[in-house]
């Protein structure tokens, strides 16, 4: 069974860069205190690494 990772977007994406709206988006982070549950892959971490300042990320188990 994979690792599964809940991150929930803690701060506002308004005044961040394009390139940080568009991870954003494509994880399907939103609106603020959303929470959403990825499978653990380098693909999902190298985005959650270039806005880990907007998110809090925890391990499921």
Request: hydrophobic share 40%; with cysteine; aromatic share 2%.
């Amino acid at each position: 069974m994979a690792a599964k990772l809940k991150v929930t977007l803690v701060r506002s994406k308004i005044g961040r860069p394009e390139k940080h709206r568009r991870v954003l988006q494509s994880l399907g982070l939103t609106k603020l205190n959303r929470t959403k549950i990825f499978n653990d892959t380098p693909q999902i971490r190298g985005m959650i690494i270039k806005i880990h300042h907007l998110l809090k990320v925890e391990k499921c188990v």
